[in-house]
Nanobody, 124 residues
Framework: QVQLVESGGGLVQAGGSLRLSCAAS????????MAWFRQAPGKEREFVTS????????YYTDSVKGRFTISRDNAKNTVYLQMNSLKPEDTAVYYC?????????????????WGQGTQVTVSS
């Protein structure tokens, strides 16, 4: 009933920037919280950041604080991830996720809807 589609991934040099977008669609879609996760080869999927519908409450994992910014445009049903000062260790497939109840959880099981992922590669 809900589809999430990520875009904006690509190849960038260390220190560069990228902005990811996640467009949501579906009948009467209303997400309480949206989040970004990432998964690198050989590693488990890890939490990156999340945001509530109001946009005023956000949470970031320590490794991206000060470099990444999450935001959302409710009129467009879209969430964004601005990534600055990128490092090679940021290389991963990035996934958009959403839930209906607004809990800013950090575990994958707390989110009901997922996108297909977009590849981000950061070179030295």
């Amino acid at each position: 009933q809900v589809q999430l589609v990520e875009s904006g991934g690509g190849l960038v040099q260390a220190g560069g920037s990228l902005r990811l977008s996640c467009a949501a669609s579906g009948r009467s879609f209303r997400s309480g919280a949206m989040a970004w996760f990432r998964q690198a080869p050989g590693k488990e999927r890890e939490f990156v950041t999340s945001i509530r519908r109001s946009g005023g409450m956000t949470y970031y994992t320590d490794s991206v604080k000060g470099r990444f910014t999450i935001s959302r445009d409710n009129a467009k049903n879209t969430v964004y991830l601005q990534m600055n000062s990128l490092k090679p260790e940021d290389t991963a497939v990035y996934y958009c996720a959403a839930n209906d109840f607004g809990l800013l959880a950090t575990t994958p099981v707390s989110y009901d809807y997922w996108g297909q992922g977009t590849q981000v590669t950061v070179s030295s």
